[in-house]
């Protein structure tokens, strides 16, 4: 009997892969394996919909039970791999049971990095990573009233935003200059701050948290210039790390997550990544990149399944795409944004509506749009094709 197929991690990624893998013609058993105690669920929604109480976890389920059924592929929950043999094509998991594969898949996603300051451990003190951190953060802001939120990246203003809808206090504190300094231009972040300003929430730049006051509970912020702020609930978002410790245990290549081909294939060919945890070289950019994102995971996915059925998909010439609902906008971004060397924008934050390109060398290399998906998908073939960009289509995202 051929050994089964196993997928590490119980995310989008594996979620889709699992399915994937029988669709593109495998025979065998499918084995997901998962540390949390839900199948795989759409984690983006957890500091937006879910926290603002319109949606449950169910509700957040990426595919019903009855579709892994159907595919046959097994689950087993609450379950950690704890080592990889690639040399006689096994994993050991914490129960100490020892299961062998044929196919490998590394679906591990990335964590939450931790702010190691005194008082992190108090009552009310928050990560937004996983459907368990909601519960137990939607659990205590349920009769709280002041919220400070750590990091003014997308997590941060999505929870920010949901929060206020709770009719809280809101205070981001942003260590840089600005909000979304990493990710986007500075008129972009610009136009979130007055966003976000204009519903109540206020942002501090330049602030860093240097502890959390408190008994047993947290009651307040102390900032780097001495300042406190009341706090009740307190979220930490100040970025993610790849999970790769079993890749790196393995011997498998790890540069800022584990690294693959176009064909989503590690440096062992029986082993595959995709999603949070996977880096690559990018064919358009001509670099190594890794994406967060749904559609980053999707796509990987399929090139993952592809290939443990010995066949060929190719991803790393996709243009990334990523999104974030904040109140009544959608900000969609498509492509890369980092090393652009010219900017076109327009925005109109009274009728919530921005649209922004980017160049490299009159080249366009990403665009961001806010409420208005149709301009953007208009864009997007140029960022593909690596075309230069005509007037028409810069004058296309003036058009009211």
């Known amino acids: 009997m051929t050994a089964p197929c196993i997928i590490i991690g119980a995310s989008h990624a594996a979620a889709q892969l699992s399915l994937n893998v029988r669709q593109q013609g495998w025979q065998g058993d499918i084995i997901v394996i998962g540390q949390e105690s839900f199948l795989p669920y759409q984690r983006p929604p957890l500091s937006k919909t879910?926290?603002?109480?319109?949606?449950?976890v169910e509700d957040l389920l990426i595919k019903p039970e009855?579709?892994?059924?159907?595919?046959?592929?097994?689950?087993?929950?609450?379950t950690q791999v704890v080592e990889i043999d690639r040399q006689n094509k096994t994993v050991t998991l914490n129960n100490g049971d020892m299961l062998e594969y044929a196919k490998l898949a590394l679906c591990t996603g990335a964590t939450a990095n931790p702010l190691p300051i005194l008082g992190a451990n108090l009552k009310g003190v928050h990560y937004l990573r996983n459907a368990h951190d909601a519960i137990a953060l939607k659990s205590d802001i349920s009769?709280?009233?002041?919220a400070v939120i750590i990091g003014g990246g997308f997590i941060g203003l999505e929870a920010a935003a949901a929060l206020r809808q709770k009719a809280m206090h809101v205070t981001i504190l942003e260590a840089q200059d600005a909000i979304l300094q990493r990710v986007v231009s500075p008129e972009v972040?610009?136009?979130f701050t007055q966003l976000h300003e204009s519903f109540g929430v206020v942002i501090r730049p330049n602030s860093i948290a240097?502890?959390?006051?408190?008994?047993?509970?947290?009651?307040?912020?102390?900032?780097?210039?001495?300042?406190k702020i009341p706090a009740d609930v307190v979220i930490i978002g100040i970025g993610v790390t790849p999970e790769t410790r079993l890749a790196e245990q393995s011997g498998l290549t790890v540069k800022?997550?584990?690294f693959v081909n176009e064909f989503a294939q590690t440096n062992d060919p029986d082993i595959v990544a995709a999603g949070d945890c996977a880096s690559y070289f990018h064919e358009i950019y001509q670099t190594d990149i890794r994406i967060e994102s749904i559609q980053n995971a999707l796509e990987q996915s399929k090139s993952a399944a592809a290939s443990m059925n010995n066949k060929q998909i190719a991803f790393s010439s996709?243009?990334?795409?990523?999104?974030?609902d904040q109140y009544d906008i959608k900000l969609q971004i498509c492509g890369v944004i980092d090393g652009y060397d010219a900017v076109e924008i327009e925005q109109d934050l009274e009728k919530r509506v921005l649209n922004?390109?980017?160049?490299?060398k009159e080249k366009l290399i990403a665009a961001i749009a806010v409420n208005n998906p149709a301009w953007l998908t208009k864009v997007q073939p140029f960022i593909k094709n690596g075309e230069p960009v005509n007037n028409e289509l810069i004058e296309s995202m003036r058009q009211k």
């Not at 996709?318 to 974030?324: L, Q």
């Not at 922004?356 to 490299?360: I, Q, V």
Request: hydrophobic share 35%.
């Open 50 to 56: 879910f926290l603002s109480g319109e949606k449950t």
């Open 66 to 78: 009855s579709a892994y059924e159907k595919a046959n592929v097994s689950f087993r929950l609450n």
């Open 143 to 146: 009769s709280k009233k002041h």
């Open 189 to 191: 972040a610009a136009f």
């Open 210 to 227: 240097t502890s959390f006051e408190g008994s047993e509970a947290v009651t307040a912020v102390t900032c780097n210039n001495g300042e």
């Open 256 to 258: 800022n997550g584990i």
């Open 318 to 324: 996709n243009i990334p795409r990523f999104w974030s």
């Open 356 to 360: 922004a390109l980017y160049f490299r």
